[in-house]
C-alpha cells in the first residue's frame, strides 16, 4: 500500500490566491520530508527539506517567503504557495526518508499538479 | 557538487527489445545510487537501489551495477513490456551542504510498442 499521501492531487487555482499542499507519511514517523518541483518533461528540482520541529532549508533560488513549509508533527507536511502566479503552475512532489540515513530511499507521494490561471 | 548525468530520451523500443539507458555520477564520498520511474500522472516509485562499489540492484527485470570505477549505473532489462513504458530517473543520495539530499537526472522516457 501507499507509504505517502499527497493531497490534493489536482488543484486549479486563480492568480493571487493560495494553496496549501499536504504530504503525510502513513508508515513510519518521518523527521524529514523534501519537497520538489517538476516542470514538463523536465527533471525534479529540490525545494527545499522539510525538518519536524524547525524551520525547512530552502535550496537556492527558492523563495521561502513564497513557498511556505510547515512540518508540524513527525507525519505531516505542508507546502504552502503563497500568491500564487502562473509561473508557479507546476508538479509538486513530496517525498519522506525513513530514519535510517543516507542508503535510505526516499518515498514520494503521487504529487500535486497545481495549476494558476 | 553532485550531479547526475542521464542518456537523452525518449528510447523507443519494440517489446521484448533489450534496454539500456546509461547513467552517470559526479560526487564526492561514497553515495547510494538509485533507479526511480514515474508512469503517467503518477509520483516516483522506487525501482531498485545499490549502496556500495559493485553492488547490483534488481527488481522487476531491471538491473543496475554500482560501477565506481567508470562512476556509472546503467540500467538494464533483457525484454521490455509495454507496461514499462515511463520515465526512469537516476538518482544519488549524498550529503551536500551537510544535509543529506536525493539528487536526480534529467530522466529519460522510455516508449516501447507492440
Known amino acids: 500500500g501507499a507509504v505517502v499521501s499527497q493531497h490534493p492531487s489536482r488543484v486549479i487555482c486563480k492568480s493571487g490566491t493560495s494553496v496549501k499542499i499536504e504530504c503525510r507519511s502513513l508508515?513510519?514517523?518521518?523527521?524529514?520530508m523534501f519537497w520538489y518541483r517538476q516542470f514538463p518533461k523536465q527533471s525534479l528540482m529540490l525545494m527545499a527539506t522539510?525538518?519536524?520541529?524547525?524551520?525547512?532549508?530552502?535550496e537556492q533560488g527558492v523563495e521561502k517567503d513564497k513557498f511556505l513549509i510547515n512540518h508540524a508533527s513527525l507525519t505531516l507536511s505542508t507546502l504552502t504557495v503563497t500568491s500564487a502566479h502562473p509561473e508557479d503552475s507546476s508538479f509538486y512532489i513530496c517525498?519522506?526518508?525513513?530514519?535510517?540515513?543516507?542508503?535510505?530511499?526516499?518515498?514520494f507521494g503521487n504529487g500535486t499538479r497545481l495549476t494558476v490561471t | 557538487g553532485d550531479s547526475v548525468t542521464q542518456m537523452e530520451g525518449p528510447v523507443t523500443l519494440s517489446e521484448e527489445a533489450f534496454l539500456t539507458i546509461n547513467c552517470t555520477y559526479t560526487?564526492?564520498?561514497?553515495?547510494?545510487l538509485f533507479w526511480y520511474v514515474q508512469y503517467p500522472g503518477e509520483g516516483l516509485q522506487l525501482l531498485l537501489k545499490?549502496?556500495?562499489?559493485?553492488d547490483k540492484g534488481s527488481n522487476k527485470g531491471f538491473e543496475a551495477t554500482y560501477r565506481k570505477e567508470t562512476t556509472s549505473f546503467h540500467l538494464e532489462k533483457g525484454s521490455v513490456q509495454v507496461s514499462d513504458s515511463a520515465v526512469y530517473f537516476c538518482?544519488?543520495?549524498?550529503?551536500?551542504?551537510?544535509?543529506?539530499?536525493?539528487?536526480f537526472g534529467a530522466g529519460t522516457r522510455l516508449a516501447v510498442h507492440p
Open positions: 522539510s525538518n519536524e520541529g524547525s524551520k525547512a532549508t530552502y
Open positions: 545499490a549502496t556500495k562499489a559493485d
Open positions: 517525498g519522506v526518508i525513513r530514519t535510517g540515513g543516507i542508503n535510505s530511499p526516499l518515498h
Open positions: 560526487a564526492t564520498g561514497y553515495p547510494s
Open positions: 538518482a544519488l543520495s549524498g550529503l551536500s551542504g551537510g544535509y543529506n539530499k536525493l539528487i
Open positions: 508508515d513510519f514517523q518521518a523527521t524529514t
